[in-house]
């Protein structure tokens, strides 16, 4: 009850608009498909409005949409804005839109350039709120008590502040992942009723539990952050703590996209945002971001859209089947270039055919030649598994890349962020 109050007041302190959110979010959480296009018609309308009458980019560019008229189909008429030009004109398209408070944001390309800039405080509402509701389907409340396993270490004064901070909202966080601190942990999570971090590093503890024959009854929801989420990861994870690893899609700028319901769906926080898919990219159009307007914006990541299934959830907002990789970011052959979305078959196909899941690192030191770092897995076969993946990578990358398999141990005693794919060769000019 204490921590109820404690993170009510502090979270009502920090966005006294985010209880608005909620609330509506949770009504329109069984709508059907008709209500929730309704919603997202009037909001992108009004965003819309916004961005013309605030912005010579969008004044320039919404000149001859006529938005009161128009329908959603309509949104297809504006070009798709990338993240170049985002930048180009992000002087132009910062604005203060009245009566509301802003809040820092930054974000972090992956070439490591920082992009600053301020979210209104309904788009930083919005963004928590969907969150909660994602919470909500598994039955776990925000103030709740929980344990984040992040992969950075920090120095001892930065570790203080968010101890300070994790206290008030009734978490703990680990920083170290050795045996000690897991069975530190085991006593926590006892405790807790929830747990989110980094799932390779939910996955690296899981592993560890069920050597012990620790299992865990408490928990109500494993939430994986940042990275990706490998099928390989679920097992041991539902086995000691009955619950697969749930994920959770979205960016800085974006917010919460989609959020995984129990019945394995992720579905579009339609309420938020309205996701296009273009030649397999994600576009998004963000209905809550005014003081960075970004409308039809190309986010970098590959996607398939599901606009078939009907959850039996009984949720209706549309799906992101799979998020399949990052755009931009290239494999080299010895003569030719692939998207590395060919590197996801590999393993997909590998998974299909001979039912063998790997969590894996792709790493590219030289053109021509790719490097499979594989997490060892005392289920594997690993000799078989090796030539079915040399085999499968053959299938998607023919003679064009020769291919080294290692199996790995978990980095002992730190955790950075698993990355499923990182090049180290220099890109050839677009
Ligand atoms: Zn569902």
Known sequence: MFHKYLYLAGERFKNPHLQTHLDA????????????????????????????????????????????????EDLKKIPILTKTELKAHADDLRNAPPGESLIKAETSGTTGDVFLFNKNIHWDASFRAAQYRGYSWYGVEPWDKSLYFWGFKKNFKDRLKIRVLDFLLNRYRFFDYTNEEFERAAERIRQSTYIAGYSSSIHMMAEYFKKKGYTFDNIKMVKGTAEKVYDSYHKSVKEVFGHKITSEYGSAEAGVIAYECPEGNMH?????????????????????????????????????????????????????????????????????????????????????????????????????KMVFDIIKDAQ????????????????????DLDVEVNFVNYSEGKSKKQKDFESFVEEDPA
């Open 268 to 368: 579009i926080v339609m309420e938020n945002v309205i996701i296009e898919e273009i030649d397999n990219k994600i576009i998004v159009t963000n209905l809550w971001a005014y003081s960075l307007p970004f409308i039809r914006f190309e986010l970098g990541d590959y996607v398939v859209l599901d606009n078939e299934t009907q959850c039996a959830c009984g949720r209706a907002h549309k799906i992101i089947k799979e998020v399949t990789g990052r755009i931009g970011r290239k494999v080299y052959g010895k003569e030719g270039v692939y998207s590395t979305i060919n590197i996801n078959h590999t393993f997909k196909n590998l998974s299909f055919k001979h039912g063998i899941e790997l969590a894996y690192s792709a790493k590219q030191y030289e053109k021509g």
């Open 380 to 399: 594997i076969d690993e000799d078989a598994a090796r030539s079915k993946l040399i085999s499968s990578a053959h299938e998607y990358f023919g003679d």
């Open 25 to 72: 979010l949770m009504k329109s959480d069984k709508a059907p498909l008709e209500e929730l296009e309704k919603i997202q018609l009037e909001r992108l309308k009004k965003l819309l409005h916004h961005a013309k009458n605030n912005t010579n980019f969008y004044k320039e560019r919404l000149k001859d949409i006529d938005i009161d008229t128009m329908r959603l």
